[in-house]
């Protein structure tokens, strides 16, 4: 269990993260923050291990097994979402989505070579948790980090943890953006000069309420279909949008707060016009008894 200064972090870090994504920065610069943001709060847990030692091997596992591995997966992720935004080819989608490939590949060579406890880690097994998340003497590499390989901040698996979680989301911000890519030219704009005025993740609330009730084609259509069908009717890029869903689960208060926001507001303006309507029969009512009178 989390201590509150533990759950305080974590939370800070969480709703740092949502206050890049929904800033004007261009997808470099978010990524660049959000890298300086997970490294100032994996420092800031160091500190608060140094001056609060974890109490057993129990609450040792779970700081090293969820707590530690959450915000350095989110740097490694962020950090590799950094190099890819900045790597990758910007004078036809063709050269793109190959680069793109070249990445996933490459995440699946890691999982190739770490395929042992990756099975371990998707199977949601617990057996091997003390060898794996309990400090022990590791060996550090000569490029590694002091937050990352720190003997008193490290077991032998959370970063490899970290890194298969890192990996996932990267492999599916790949597929996600190769997909947008193939369908791009497939959308014509409805009128040029129509633009969200919101932050994105506002709109993704309502292409995911959308998705999850069936309500185009069927149900019959890709996520991935919607997101660029908003895009080209808004003029936004909506890319991340995996993990803007993430963040919105991971939302304590009001996760769906712009859906609510429309809920109330439409209901206001039918309660309105509800009003207005009985205030209107009310004066013929009243009108019709005056002439019955004289």
């Keep these: 269990m989390k201590t509150p200064k533990l759950h305080h972090i974590i939370d800070g870090l969480k709703n740092s993260l949502i206050k890049v994504n929904d800033t004007e920065l261009n997808e470099i610069s978010k990524a660049e923050k959000t890298v300086g943001i997970c490294s100032a ?13 974890l109490k057993n091997k129990s609450e040792e596992i779970r700081f090293f097994k969820d707590t530690k591995s959450f915000v350095l997966s989110e740097y ?14 910007v004078t ?13 590949a490459g995440v699946q060579q890691f999982f190739n070579e770490n395929t042992e406890f990756y099975l371990y880690y998707r199977s949601g097994s617990t057996h091997l948790d003390e060898q ?57 704009l409805v009128r040029s000069d129509m633009f969200w005025s919101l932050n994105k993740r506002d709109l993704m609330q309502v292409i995911y309420g959308i998705y999850y009730t069936n309500a185009v084609n069927r149900g019959k259509v890709q996520i991935k279909e919607l997101v660029c ?16 869903f993430y963040e919105i689960t991971q939302l304590k208060k009001q996760p769906l707060g712009y859906l609510d926001l429309m809920k109330e507001t439409l209901t206001k303006l039918v309660e309105e016009q509800d009003e207005h309507k009985r205030r209107k029969r009310r004066g013929h009512s009243g009108q019709d008894q005056s002439r019955q009178t004289k």
């Design 132 to 188: 794996y998340f309990v400090r022990t003497e590791i060996s550090c590499t000569l490029d590694c980090q002091h937050f990352i390989f720190d003997p008193f901040f490290s077991t032998s698996h959370d970063y490899t943890l970290a890194a298969i979680k890192a990996n996932e989301k990267i492999a599916a911000y790949c597929n996600a953006e190769i997909n947008r890519l193939r369908h791009r030219g497939n959308y014509r």
């Design 41 to 53: 709060t994996l420092l800031e847990l160091r500190e608060h291990i140094i001056r609060n030692d």
């Design 92 to 104: 036809s989608i063709r050269r793109r989505k190959k680069y793109l490939r070249k990445v996933t």
């Design 76 to 89: 490694l992720y962020y950090s590799k979402l950094w190099e890819i935004l900045i790597r990758q080819p």
């Design 229 to 244: 069908g908003f895009e080209s009717l808004f003029n936004v890029k909506l890319s991340g949008y995996y993990h803007t």
